[in-house]
Nanobody, 124 residues
Framework: QVQLVESGGGLVQAGGSLRLSCAASGRTFSNYAVGWFRQGPGKERERVAAISWSGGSTYYADSVKGRFTISRNNANKMVYLQMNSLKPEDTGVYYC?????????????????WGQGTQVAVSS
C-alpha cells in the first residue's frame, strides 16, 4: 500500500516557476515508478512526466520538455516536479501516481495509487 500527498501548487504568472512535491508512505515505495499527471479545465488527464523506481529513467510529455524536471529521493520517499517557464496552458490540477512495475513508461491505467492533487494556476 502506498499513499501519496501532493503539495506546492499555487498561482503564478506566466514565465514563473513552481516546485511540486509528492510525499509517499509505504515500505515498498522505492520499488515504484512515479508519474505526474495534470488535468486542465475541460481537458482529459494527461501524463506530464514520470520517473522509474531507481530514478535512472525519465519520461516527459513534449509539451513540457526542457521546462519541467522530475526527480526523486527514495530515502525520504519524495518525488518532485520542478516547473519552469510556466505557461497559462500548464494550468490544472496536478496529481502524482505510483506504479508497481517500476518503469517510467507506464500507461495511465498502469498506475496503482493516486494522490488527491494540487492546483496550479498560471496567469497570462
Amino acid at each position: 500500500q502506498v499513499q501519496l500527498v501532493e503539495s506546492g501548487g499555487g498561482l503564478v504568472q506566466a514565465g514563473g516557476s513552481l516546485r511540486l512535491s509528492c510525499a509517499a508512505s509505504g515500505r515498498t515505495f522505492s520499488n515504484y515508478a512515479v508519474g505526474w499527471f495534470r488535468q486542465g479545465p475541460g481537458k482529459e488527464r494527461e501524463r506530464v512526466a514520470a520517473i522509474s523506481w531507481s530514478g535512472g529513467s525519465t519520461y516527459y510529455a513534449d509539451s513540457v520538455k526542457g521546462r519541467f524536471t522530475i526527480s526523486r529521493n527514495n530515502a525520504n520517499k519524495m518525488v518532485y516536479l520542478q516547473m519552469n517557464s510556466l505557461k497559462p496552458e500548464d494550468t490544472g490540477v496536478y496529481y502524482c501516481a505510483a506504479g508497481s512495475s517500476g518503469s517510467a513508461y507506464l500507461g495511465t491505467a498502469d498506475y496503482d495509487y493516486w494522490g488527491q492533487g494540487t492546483q496550479v494556476a498560471v496567469s497570462s
